[in-house]
C-alpha cells in the first residue's frame, strides 16, 4: 500500500515535469542526539582509554569507529596526514539514520558495561525523556 502511494507521488511529480527528485534515509533526530552526549559525558568522567582520560568528543569517534567495526564490519578508514601523522577520516552520527543510531546508542550502553560505567542522573533522565531515542 505504501510503495503504491510513493510510486503514484513519484509518477506525478516525473510528470509534471519537475526537476530534481531526491530520495534520502530518515536520518538521526535531535532527540537521539540529545540522549548521547550525557552518555559520553558518563564515559568521559568515568573511563579511560589507552592509558589516559578521554574527552566526550573523544569518546564519540571511539565509540562510533568500534560501533562500525562491530555493527557492519568495516574498517577504519585510515590514511598519512600532510605532516606524516595518521589520520582516522571520520565518521558522523548526523550522517546515520534513525535505526542505526538506535543500533549505535544500544552499542554505547553494551559498552557502558563493559566499562563498568555508572550512568549519571542526566543520562538516566535523556532515557526517560527520549525513551523513543533508544
Do not use: H
Not at 530534481?20 to 548521547?36: G, H, T, V, Y
Not at 592509558?51 to 562500525?68: H, M, N, P, Q, V
Not at 546515520?96 to 546508542?105: G, R, T
Request: hydrophobic share 45%.
Amino acid at each position: 500500500m505504501k510503495w503504491q502511494m510513493i510510486r503514484e507521488m513519484i509518477l506525478a511529480f516525473v510528470d509534471s515535469g519537475g526537476g530534481a527528485l531526491q530520495l534520502i534515509r530518515d536520518l538521526r533526530s535531535l532527540k537521539q542526539n540529545a540522549k548521547m552526549w550525557p552518555m559520553l559525558q558518563d564515559f568521559e568522567k568515568q573511563a579511560r582509554w589507552a592509558g589516559a582520560a578521554r574527552s566526550k568528543e573523544d569518546w564519540k569517534i571511539i565509540l562510533l569507529s568500534a560501533w562500525r567495526v562491530a555493527e557492519r564490519q568495516e574498517n577504519p578508514r585510515l590514511i598519512t596526514g600532510l605532516e606524516g601523522e595518521v589520520v582516522a577520516l571520520g565518521y558522523r552520527t548526523s550522517k546515520l539514520s534513525k535505526k542505526d543510531f538506535c543500533s549505535f546508542i544500544e552499542y554505547i550502553y553494551w559498552q557502558g558495561s563493559q566499562f563498568k560505567i555508572q550512568w549519571s542522573e542526566k543520562s538516566l533522565a535523556a532515557y526517560d525523556s527520549y525513551p523513543e531515542a533508544a
